[in-house]
Structure formats: C-alpha cells, structure tokens
C-alpha cells in the first residue's frame, strides 16, 4: 500500500485534484444555508431473507425470547436507541415474488411459499401487512414498501394501496376491517419493483420504464396519504438506466400527468473482491481493508454521477435519489446457509458505514433517503441475534453517533486529504472523509472517518468566521482492524468519550486515531 501525494479536494460533491502533502485541511462553509439532511438517509431495509424477519424482528407471541406481540424486544429496543426513522419491506429480491395477500388474515390459514430466492426454504407467511404496520408503529418509523411489478399485476398493487389507506368503504377497506383494523394507515414511501434490471425481472431501462408509467398510475393516493413513488434506479454505474428514466419523466412533467415517480433508487454494495469471492468478514488482511474502503468511496463518484444526469432534466432537484440498497457484502459465515447472507460485522464495517453516510449527507440536496442492507442478521445488520442472544455491531455504534445529523442543516465543506492508492486495483481514495451539520440550537456537529491502519492524521478546520468556544467528542475505534462484538462478551468496539480536539486561534485542530469514526460536537 503507498500514499500518493495527491490530494482530494470535495466541495458540495464536486472532487478537484491538487498536489500536496499532510495535513488534512477542513473548510466548512459555516455562513452557507445547505440543504436538510434528511433523516430517512439513515433509514434501514429488512427482507425475508434468512434470519432478518424470522428471528430477527419476529419470533412469535409463544416464543420463550421475550417479545412484544411477537416482536423480539431486544431488537426493538436498540432500533428505538437509533431512532430508526424508516424501515424498507419485504424485499429486495423476495418483493418481486410476494403476493401481499398471502401474509394477511389469520396466520393459521395463511399459505405457505417457497423463497425461491433466499434458501429456498419455506415461508408462512406468519409476519405480513399487519405485523409489518404494527412494528413500525411500534418503533414510530415510517414504512417504506416495496410493490410487487416483477411478478405481480397493477390490480395486485393497486389493492394492497387501497387496502392499506383508503377511507372509502370498499372489499379492500372491508377486508382490512375484518382482519382487525378499522382504520387507514398512512403511507407515503412505495417502490415500484425491486432491481427489475435483474432479479425483478430483467428488464431494459425502456421497458420499465413504460411499465413504471402503468403501474404509478394506478399507484393512487387515498385517505390521508399522499405516495412518494420511489422507481427502481440503476445496479450501480449504469447511468444510462437513469438517462432513460429521467427523460421519460422529464416529458410525463411536460404531458401533465402527476403520477411517475417521485424518488428513483440507487444499490450499490460494497465488495472486497468479487461477486465469487466476496472476501471474509472477520479473517481479512490489511490490503483487503484498504481494498473494502477504496471500493466503498465509489458511492461518492456513484452518487455525483448520477446526480449529474439528473440535473441535465432536473436541475430544480424534484427526484430524490434513494440509496435503498447499501453496505458490506462479505462471504457468509462459515458452516451457515450461503442463501441466508450472514456475515459478522467489524470495525471495517463501522469504517463503511461512516464513510457511505458522510457522502450521503454531503449529497443531501438530492439524497433523500438510503437504506442500508440489511437491519438485522443479514449483510451489514445494525444487530445480530443468536437464539435469546443480541449484538449491537460496530455497524449500530455509527448509526448512534450520526444521530445529530438526522434532519439537522449541512453545512457544506471543502476537505484536502492525503489519498492511498489500492494497488492492484487501479483506485484511490481519500483516508479521511467529514460531513458536518448544524442543529436547531446552533450547534455544529461534525463527523470524520480515518481508514488510516497504521497513522494518526492532523486535521486543521477553517471556521470560516464561526466562533466556537467548546468542543466535545466521541469516537469508535478498537485495537484490531477487525474487532468485533461477540455475543455472550463484553462490547469491544462500542462509543468512547473522544478528547482529541481543540480550539486555538479560531481553528479547530483534531489529532483522528487509525482506523477510527469520530463525532465532534462544537458550541
Ligand atoms: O440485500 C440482498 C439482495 O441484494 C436484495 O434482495 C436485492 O435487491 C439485492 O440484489
């Protein structure tokens, strides 16, 4: 691994190059009134697949895991500590194949189905509509479905709005009468098909496309909801996915019609190697770490491209990019089901983690929403469970530190940082990544992440003007790069007080340790 003295320069998404050396240099725009980071960008997604649902939040009311009308209260527990503020359902791939009234009515006379996606295991359907609504209610999260376009029919997805929200009286409001609840729900995020460039049906973006334009018609808004149409964006770097979607909506704007989409996704996962050798969790080596960052700093070149086409037809940023799909995918643990995707959780993934949701809050004015994969036992889950056991992982301690930046102003910054190039691959990236925040008391947060084994790195931040007085902090690190929290132990990489920062002449000086995500709060 060499450093190459090359130097990055990120204002606003837009990266300059300049030559240069240490230290890193921070310019926040203190004056600037930036766009809200929404707080849906820390948003999470939970599938059928593998232990996610089944054991992860839903263990049933006869379960001796102590449980909240079948939830498993752990998890529920620490979900509420992070505030989580939306949780996508039921897939992924499975959405495709879901036939929503299958998981509704009494749960003993509901059909069973193959996952044909995930295992190939039986599905009972035992958590459907209901039990789904219910969660979210109950960790006061809005529900971000995902509708079946792959497989399904317009009537199909047309039902399940009305059966959720309408007031009128009807079979579909009758039914859900009859299943328990009188009254409507609100719902406001709906997708239209999962990946139906792939496994939601392999189509071209032309395709979809018009089918997205008959399916979003029928995608209505009733009762009290109003739907923010999200559409199946590009598998990565394919921008002319985007090109397609955002012409046709460009003239479905200029025909009149309302109804297209309101949100288009992005997926984009992190891969050490490749997709037949993903690379371990747990057991990888220095260069696979650096690998896993370099890789994860394409979401910032994923998102400013796509970004930039959108602006071609959308220059007044009216389409939200959702990041409904991100985070680590590692090889499964050895000796579980390869269809079930579970995987440990290190400080790596913290590492990810802040990196991903510093670009997100950096891209806030078109980064409305991001849901990383997947909320519990699957991928990069915020907690693992274990029969009646429960991990929080490094992943969840981010999640907690980020708080402050939920729905907080950004603050736009200028950052130079020293570059590694990741030999072998071809790319770089930046060793330290930042996005700060203001909050409605005036505080500044600002949160930064050092991929850096080995180094400690200086930082000098520019005010720019803004005086601050105090300044606390937190960090997340540990002495192995790939620490973890081993159920049944003592939490090794969890939040600690962080006194590494300070104000001289106006400027804030910060000393970040190796491998480390820090949050500085400053008054
Ligand atoms: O998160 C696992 C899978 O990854 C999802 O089902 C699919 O959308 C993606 O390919």
């Not at 930039?308 to 995918?329: H, T």
């Not at 930082?459 to 790939?482: F, H, P």
Request: with cysteine; net charge negative; proline share 5%.
């Amino acid at each position: 691994m060499k450093t190459v003295h090359k130097i990055l320069l990120l204002s606003m998404g837009i990266p300059l190059f300049a030559s240069g050396t240490d230290p890193v240099r921070i310019t926040m725009n203190t004056d600037s009134a930036g766009p809200v980071i929404s707080r849906h960008i820390y948003g999470h997604f939970s599938e059928h697949l593998g232990r996610c649902i089944y054991g992860g939040l839903w263990v049933g009311e006869d379960s001796d895991i102590p449980n909240l009308r079948g939830f498993r209260k752990d998890v529920l527990d620490a979900l509420k500590e992070i505030a989580v503020p939306n949780l996508r359902w039921p897939g992924g791939c499975f959405a495709d194949t879901y036939h929503w009234m299958d998981g509704i009515g009494p749960r003993e006379q509901r059909p069973e189905i193959v996952n044909v996606h995930w295992g190939g295991v039986t599905e009972d359907n035992s958590f459907g509509t209901h039990e789904f609504m219910d969660f979210c209610e109950e960790l006061g999260c809005e529900p971000v479905f995902c509708g079946n376009l792959g497989s399904g029919t317009v009537r199909e997805m047309a039902e399940w709005i009305e059966y959720l929200t309408s007031d009128a009286s009807s079979p579909m409001t009758r039914l859900r009468e009859a299943n328990g609840r009188k009254e409507p729900w609100k719902v406001t995020y709906w997708g239209i098909g999962n990946e139906s460039w792939g496994c939601g049906g392999n189509m071209q973006p032309e395709f979809y496309s018009h089918l997205l334009k008959q399916y979003a018609q029928y995608c209505r808004d009733m009762g009290g909801s109003r739907l923010y149409r999200i559409a199946c964006g590009a598998p990565g770097s394919n921008y002319h996915w985007t090109d397609v979607l955002m012409r046709e909506w460009a003239q479905v704007q200029g025909g009149g019609h309302r109804h297209y989409m309101q949100g288009l996704s992005l997926h984009h996962y992190t891969i050490c190697h490749d997709w037949s050798r993903k690379g371990p969790a747990v057991d990888f080596d220095e260069e696979d770490w650096y690998r896993t960052i370099t890789r994860t700093y394409e979401m910032e070149t994923l998102v400013t491209k796509h970004d930039s086409i959108m602006n071609i037809y959308d220059p007044e940023k009216r389409v939200g990019l959702v990041v409904d799909e991100w985070g680590n995918w590692h090889d499964v643990e050895p000796g579980t089901n390869p269809g079930f995707l579970f995987q440990q959780n290190t400080l790596r993934d913290a590492l990810v983690a802040g990196i991903n949701l510093n670009i997100f809050n950096n891209h806030a004015d078109r980064v409305v929403m991001a849901n990383i994969a997947q909320v519990v036992n699957v991928l990069q889950a915020v907690v693992l469970t274990q029969e009646n056991e429960m991990v929080k992982t490094p992943t969840w301690y981010v999640f907690r530190l980020y708080l402050p930046h939920h729905d907080a102003t950004l603050i736009p910054i200028r950052i130079q940082s020293p570059e590694f190039d990741c030999e072998g691959t071809g790319m770089n990236a930046p060793y330290v990544t930042a996005s700060a925040s203001r909050n409605t008391e005036g505080v500044v947060h600002l949160s930064l992440t050092n991929a850096d084994l080995k180094n400690s790195r200086e930082i000098q931040c520019d005010l720019e003007g803004w005086k601050a007085s105090r300044v606390s902090g937190e960090i997340i690190t540990a002495d192995r790069m790939n620490a973890y929290n081993e159920f049944g132990e003592k939490e090794d990489v969890v939040i600690r007080p962080f006194d590494g920062a300070k104000i001289r002449d106006g400027k804030l000086r910060v000393t970040l340790p190796a491998k480390s995500v820090v949050m500085l709060a400053l008054k």
